[in-house]
């Protein structure tokens, strides 16, 4: 699964910045969410694919802060990148004789940059409060990695503070985003209803239909992972329940984005046959 995943994002990275017709802000914003996606599985699994096969669960201070700041980074920076997929969907849709005059090259990356730097900064907090309130001295968590939620719950001191900024953090990553994507969403479907043939209003939503499916992937599995740790004591529960939510969705991601989207297809066709052509050019040659 984290072999899919990686190929997978790594194929559309490749694939976009390979093809001069995806250097468009849809495409850039994609090629940067596979990049999140990559970050944010391999901020988990191989160190838990190292404790299976050494039979070692253990993890140093240092190994642990840093997972958990890199987790967040780039949990974080999905949940951004999200939100301004759902922007570049709005401007496109809704504006969409101003979306070249809008959607500039620099304003993506100046959107992708600030991103980024807010996730870091997040990714900080949590580290900054974990690591002032919780006692990590020969200490079990009940999942595969360390999770922010459970550090916390190993405070040696009072939390009030830090569970106040926690919060205050979370919804600021949680609830923003989300109400931006829902209200971008509302432009759009009042906007496609508004269109008169059937034909129009299929190809204005099918724009938007595999974004809308990973945001509820996305938003779904981080729901369920956060609804079954209020309400099952059961470790293993939330475990199955943190591998659906840090590893099946981005193994999935490359599928929903590339399954009904024909410029991606094509643009991985061409790649693949670049690359099996110019090592087979390669290979002759040396012959």
């Known amino acids: ?6 190929l997978g994002n790594l194929l559309i ?20 969410l596979s990049l999140a996606d990559i970050g944010f599985i391999s901020s988990t699994v191989p160190k838990m694919i190292v404790n299976i096969q050494t039979h070692s669960r253990v993890i140093s201070y240092v190994g642990c802060l840093t997972q958990m700041s890199t987790f967040t980074l780039f949990g ?13 969907r709005f401007v496109a849709i809704c504006q ?14 100046c959107l992708v940059l600030v991103s980024s730097f807010v996730s870091f900064l997040e990714s900080q907090v949590h580290n900054w409060i974990v690591s002032q309130v919780a006692c990590f001295k020969d200490v079990e968590i009940s999942n595969f990695f360390c999770d922010p939620s459970l550090l916390l719950k190993l405070a040696c001191s009072d939390t009030f503070t830090s569970n106040i900024v926690m919060y205050f953090a979370g919804t600021i990553f949680g609830f923003l ?16 209803l508004r269109v008169p043939s059937l034909g129009g209003r299929y190809k204005a939503f ?15 599995t981080g729901l369920g992972v956060y609804l079954s740790s209020a309400i099952s004591q059961s470790p293993g529960k939330d475990a199955v329940a943190s591998v659906v939510y840090t590893v099946v969705t981005p193994m999935l991601n490359p599928f929903i984005y590339s399954l009904r989207n ?3 297809k094509r643009a991985k066709f061409r790649f693949l046959s670049k690359t099996i052509l110019s090592q087979y050019l390669c290979h002759s040659f040396r012959m």
């Open 262 to 264: 024909r410029d991606i």
């Open 206 to 220: 099918s724009t938007c239909g595999s974004h809308l499916a990973g945001v509820c992937l996305f938003y779904g």
């Open 76 to 88: 974080c920076l999905d949940d951004t990148l999200l939100l301004l997929m759902a922007y570049d």
């Open 1 to 6: 699964m984290y072999l899919v995943t990686v």
């Open 13 to 32: 990275i490749l694939a976009v910045t390979s093809d001069p017709h995806l250097h468009t802000p849809m495409y850039f914003f994609l090629s940067n």
């Open 96 to 109: 969409p004789l101003h979306y070249t005059v809008i959607m500039n090259p620099r304003l993506c990356c």
């Open 177 to 192: 985003p989300v109400s931006g994507i829902f209200f971008s969403y509302y432009k759009i479907f009042s906007s496609i």
